[in-house]
């Protein structure tokens, strides 16, 4: 351990000996060039003359207890990294805190088998559908040095859903049952219009609920405002060359493809990302639906599983009504964003919707301790929970469809 190290792990040590192990993180604004903004991030602080940023584009997203770089054209080298609040003006991101401190952070055992938090949650907010793309599975980001990205999504309640509040997900089963993948290689090749979109299903976004979508499904993201809790990674290719008349670049096609291999396969090599017995399926829905299934319950509390049916993350709704407090008791390292009221979480001053009082990491050590969440203000006190790989083993899952017909 460098010099350097050392000194930064003390400034861990020191933050979370005086937070009691909570660390305080300053948000993490990330820009997009496209789509366009959808102009809602109000709900977590962004002023409407802060999402013009030049060559950059606009700020559409938001990350939480973020240690992922955002992997964009244009951009500060730490954006999408989140900072731990530090004593006087020392900055540290908590990619680099995790890395000097991670068995301070995560605990010794966590730490001994995770490279890291091994989570990110954002909010985001579109003024478009975002194109028709994939997350490759891990044997093509592996080529790269990236990650996969296996993601989930909920639609916050109370706001504007935008103008088309449906996702397409997959493909039809009858491209799978006849294995006719080749139907979407002239779209990649021609590269010149929406029409990709044909051979996809659109489900409708309904607020309080959601989906979960493993690696290599094909998808575009409707308009509503999304809280998205996904794997560690940043990684994408887009299948659809034109959304609402604007052209995406071709280049976003190969982008997480080795240029070795864009010469040698040209665009078949998308059809190989695919898996197509899961974007085919023809129980999707009731394979990646989710909707909130109840984790606690007290004297004016109600908490709700909201991400789960997968081991790779997990996340949960706390509504607290005005006066009520829980002591709360979970397994391991996990973030909170403060989404709605005031507060306080494990003695610290929370407030929905002010930057730098709503999202606080509970270390390993705090988290298996009861701490107390209190509601000191006038209206219901709304927290999201969000948890990194194997930390829940028991959250739920969803069963196999055919199973629950008895067939």
Not at 20 to 47: E, N, Q, S, T
Not at 126 to 153: Q, S, V
Not at 188 to 206: E, K, P
């Amino acid at each position: 351990m460098t010099a350097t190290d050392r000194r930064e792990r003390e400034s861990v040590e020191q933050a979370l000996e005086k937070g009691g192990g909570v660390l305080r993180l300053d948000p993490a604004w990330v820009a997009r060039d496209f789509p366009p903004p959808g102009y809602r991030l109000a709900v977590v602080g962004l002023k409407d003359d802060q999402y013009d940023v030049g060559e950059r584009g606009h700020i559409c997203e938001r990350w939480f207890a973020s240690t992922t770089k955002a992997d964009n054209r244009v951009g500060p080298p730490d954006e999408g990294l989140s900072y731990v609040r530090l004593e006087g003006e020392a900055r540290l991101t908590l990619k680099d805190a995790v890395a000097v401190a991670g068995d301070l952070i995560l605990g010794p055992e966590y730490a001994a088998t995770h490279a890291g938090l091994g989570r990110l949650f954002k909010i985001y907010d579109f003024g478009t559908r975002i194109p028709y793309h994939l997350h490759p599975p891990m044997r093509f980001t592996a080529l790269l040095g990236r990650n996969p990205k296996e993601e989930a999504y909920y639609f916050p309640q109370e706001l504007d859903m935008g103008r088309h509040p449906e996702t397409f997900f997959g493909v039809h089963p009858s491209i799978t049952e006849l294995k006719q993948y080749d139907v979407l290689l002239p779209y990649l090749v021609d590269w010149n219009s929406d029409l990709i979109l044909m051979h996809s299903r659109a489900y409708l976004l309904v607020a309080g609920e959601g989906f979960h979508l493993p690696t290599a499904i094909p998808h575009a993201p409707g308009t509503a405002v999304t809280l998205e809790l996904q794997e560690d990674s940043d990684v994408g290719v887009m299948l659809q060359a034109r959304v609402e008349g604007l052209a995406i670049p071709k280049d976003a096609l190969f982008k997480e493809v080795r240029p070795e291999d864009r010469v040698r396969y040209g665009e078949r090599i998308i059809l190989d990302m695919i898996d197509w017995e899961l974007s085919g399926d023809p129980y999707f829905y009731e394979h990646r639906h989710l909707s909130p299934v109840p984790a606690a319950e007290a004297e004016g509390v109600h908490e709700d599983w909201i991400f789960y049916n997968t081991t790779k993350f997990s996340g949960k709704r706390l509504v607290i009504k005005p006066g009520c407090s829980i002591a709360c008791t979970e397994k391991g390292v996990y973030s909170v964003l403060i989404w709605k009221g005031k507060g306080r979480y494990a003695g610290h001053e929370v407030e929905g919707g002010n930057p730098g009082m709503d999202e606080l990491l509970i270390g390993h050590e705090c988290s298996m301790a009861p701490h107390l969440v209190e509601n000191t203000g006038p209206a219901d006190l709304e927290v999201i929970k969000f948890f990194g790989p194997d930390i829940n083993s028991g959250a739920p899952m969803l069963p196999v469809y055919p199973a629950r017909l008895g067939l």
